[in-house]
């Protein structure tokens, strides 16, 4: 083992052994080869400088220890571990997606397979298509189990091990039952791969159906609420440039809601406005990860672009409004 891998790993030990756990288990879905320790543990470094960066640079300017950078050091960490770990995620639920893709037509073709009169294993052996992707592989890597050290039956009872889908899992417990009750397999398999094909239209259909919903949550996160934050902060604004210019003499006037004192400003509201923003477009795109995926996870893939998005949408919204009453 490499020096700076031994460096690696000795940093991941910083992070709860549950967490460990859990991302190398993420690791084996993922296909990954590499130890998740030192992705881990390269994860913690990068956090750690930035969290040093981020204290020592204001210190040095200001010469003066302010709490809201060592806050704002805090949740560039938080967020380093949680994009470390969501790509990881995001790896696994992609390589789901593929194997399920491709499960009905390699089901299909094993089936044939067996019609064919050609055993169990060399059915599944020559169903190994390059199409197929992950799936290829790990049905290369049960067949290769299957002819050295292992039984063919658990061979292919690990592959649910490598691949976190529940569709494969049946599938293979399906298959190695009706090889051990010697009943029809192949119309068994033909049977489940028909079943696995419907569900995945029906899924498909579902997304569909609800795609209307999911625009008007998007209209509303990326354009709605950025232009009325923007409108709600030029009308204070306006409030407070009045009351500055008539004190309260506007009271009896049929305007005593100008009379009162304003606590909030501008400045402040604008800040509140990125933090409404900030909030509401994680949600929704957790909102859309559970329509389209029945996953809120799934959704954090598109939080970086949304955010973005509605906070660009909410400058130039104020700046346009700004320049529309300014020009009145």
């Known amino acids: 083992m490499k020096t700076k891998d031994r460096i690696m790993i000795s940093f991941a030990k910083i992070l709860p052994s549950a967490y460990r756990k859990n991302l190398s288990q993420l690791f084996v879905y993922a296909g990954k080869r590499t130890n998740p320790e030192v992705w881990v543990g390269s994860s913690v470094v990068i956090s750690l400088i ?3 960066v981020l204290v020592v640079t204001p210190y040095f300017l200001t010469r003066t220890f302010d709490i809201k950078y060592i806050l704002i050091a805090f949740g560039v960490v938080i967020t380093v571990q949680m994009m470390a770990y969501l790509m990881v995620y995001f790896r696994v639920e992609d390589r789901t997606k593929k194997v ?135 009308f204070l604004k306006m409030v407070t ?44 795109c957790m909102l859309m990860g559970v329509i389209s995926e029945g996953k809120a996870k799934h959704g954090l893939r598109f939080a970086p672009f949304v955010i973005g998005a509605s906070i660009i949408v909410f400058f130039i919204a104020r700046q346009m409004i700004g320049s529309i009453i300014g020009g009145l």
Do not use: C, W
């Not at 893709?101 to 052996?125: H, V, W, Y």
């Not at 006037?253 to 509401?280: C, H, N, R, Y």
């Open 50 to 52: 930035l969290f040093i």
């Open 100 to 234: 399920e893709e491709a499960l009905p037509d390699a089901l299909q073709l094993i089936s044939a397979n067996l019609r064919a009169g050609m055993t169990p294993f060399e059915a599944l052996k020559l169903s190994a298509r390059d199409e197929f992707g992950p799936l290829k592989e790990e049905i290369e890597f049960a067949t290769a189990k299957a002819f050295g050290t292992e039984s063919f039956t658990k061979a292919l009872l690990n592959m649910s091990k490598h691949i976190k889908s529940e569709m494969l899992e049946r599938a293979m417990k399906l298959f190695t039952t009706a090889m051990r009750s010697g009943g029809h397999t192949a119309q068994l398999l033909e049977e489940l791969s028909k079943d696995i094909a419907e569900t995945r239209t029906l899924k498909k259909e579902l997304v569909t159906n609800t795609k209307t919903y999911s625009m008007f949550i998007m209209f509303t996160i990326v354009i709605g609420t950025p232009l009325l934050l923007a409108i709600a902060i030029h």
């Open 241 to 284: 440039a009045i009351q500055a210019k008539t004190g309260r003499s506007t009271v009896g006037f049929g305007l005593d809601f100008l009379a009162g004192q304003i606590t909030i400003s501008p400045e402040f509201l604008t800040k509140l406005s990125m933090v409404i923003l900030f909030i509401t477009s994680l949600l929704a």
